[in-house]
């Protein structure tokens, strides 16, 4: 398998951005390389759960895209594809969890030192994912739901991240 999967990795890896979105690409750019994550994932039952796991982020499609993997064990293995669009001065998101069966499509900017993620769930809620705290080597994410369509948020998930490679 290994072998048959070599061609394929080399097609979608990319060693930096294309060189026409380079300016675009430097809201998530920062990203790239190997981290490590402390999680609080809070049910919708109000139970609270804390786990362990890894993110990764890497330059993809010509280095027109970012890719990256989030692993946490027992509670999603999923995978986020982030395409800049220069028209739009944003990023597509595009977030897949097989293990879950979720999927979330957002819209992604800068606002002020965040990173700001917008979209709605598969059956309309909606959602907002934010990069916070951002330092050369760490960052908080937040994952919320808003079941009024963003007049309240509820925390679904905490997470502070660390680099481990660049």
Avoid: C
Wanted: proline share 4%; charged share 25%; no cysteine.
């Amino acid at each position: 398998m290994a072998a048959a999967s070599a061609p394929f990795l080399d097609m979608l890896h990319a060693d930096a951005p294309a060189p026409d979105r380079v300016g675009g690409m430097a809201l998530y750019g920062w990203l790239i390389g190997a981290w490590t994550m402390d999680a609080v994932i809070h049910a919708d039952d109000g139970a609270r759960h804390e786990a362990k796991g890894n993110i990764g982020f890497g330059w993809v499609l010509e280095g027109r895209a970012i890719q990256d993997v989030w692993i946490l064990p027992g509670f999603f293995h999923g995978t986020t594809l982030r395409v800049y669009d220069p028209a739009l001065d944003a990023w597509h998101i595009l977030w897949s969890d097989p293990l879950k069966q979720y999927y979330a499509r957002q819209i992604g900017r800068a606002e002020g030192r965040d990173i700001v993620q917008l979209g709605k769930t598969g059956d309309g809620v909606a959602i907002r994912w934010r990069f916070t705290e951002i330092a050369r080597d760490s960052f908080r994410w937040l994952g919320e739901s808003s079941p009024d369509d963003g007049v309240s948020w509820r925390l679904q998930a905490d997470v502070q991240a660390r680099r481990t490679t660049h």
